[in-house]
């Protein structure tokens, strides 16, 4: 089945600084790579996704990368503030798959 | 305003007895699973359902059961057979596409049960 690691499993960024989170998978024919947003009590909320038939996605300060040929795929936020400090997790599926695959996060920290 | 609603957001327990976690959507989705957090862990699925009457066991199903009599609704039983049931469940629904399989999944606030 389909794997996910996710690196690195804390990060600390002085605030106005760009934050990258890698994650790779194992399955070459994964077709959907979804962001999630974690903030501390809550439920994880989708913040950005990605197919497979595209290489970037950006949304604001976000933006996700694609790489098929190495089966990974990265998060960056640009300008960062302090309300970005939360836990952040990917996830990947399979075409025709029944359930996501979560990497196991990464808590981000923006120094003021 | 659609979304999914899991209560109560904090419940409390006794060792030794069952409790059960609800979970309701009205998204008109026809997937939804249930996942176990423990403290800086990352997420852990317990059951899915990908239509009503039918579910599949997670990683981790082992002292939990579920049922899927309605669409909207999948509540989670925490039974006495879980041995450390303390953590953060999340809920969660997604679409099922013709051809994709299931897509997006949005999360529920979750429940967070203590065993006194």
């Known amino acids: 089945g389909e794997n996910v690691e996710q690196h690195p499993s804390t990060l600390s960024v002085q605030e106005g600084d760009s934050a990258v989170i890698k994650c790779t998978y194992s399955d070459s024919a994964s077709n959907y790579f979804p962001w999630y947003k974690q903030e501390l009590g809550k439920g994880p909320q989708l913040i950005i996704d990605?197919?497979?038939?595209?290489g970037e996605k950006k949304d604001q300060r976000i933006a996700v990368t694609l790489n098929k040929t190495a089966k990974h795929f990265s998060l960056h936020i640009t300008e960062t503030q302090p309300e970005d400090s939360a836990v952040y997790f990917c996830?990947?599926?399979?075409?025709?798959?029944?359930?996501?695959?979560f990497g196991t996060g990464t808590r981000l920290t923006i120094i003021p | 305003d659609g979304g999914i609603t899991q209560s109560p957001k904090y419940l409390f327990r006794k060792e030794g007895q069952n409790v059960t976690l609800s979970c309701e959507q009205n998204l008109n989705h026809d997937a939804m699973y249930w996942y176990r957090q423990d403290p800086g862990q990352g997420l852990r699925l317990i059951y899915y359902s990908q239509i009503v009457n039918d579910f599949q066991k997670g990683d981790i199903a082992e002292g939990y059961s579920v049922s899927r009599e309605k669409k909207e609704s999948f509540p989670l039983t925490v039974t006495s057979a879980q041995k450390n049931p303390t953590a953060f469940y999340l809920c969660a629904s997604s679409p099922r596409l013709a051809g994709v399989g299931t897509d997006t999944q949005y999360f529920g606030p979750g429940t967070r049960l203590t065993v006194l």
């Open positions: 990605i197919r497979s038939n595209v």
């Open positions: 996830a990947a599926i399979v075409p025709a798959g029944e359930k996501l695959t």
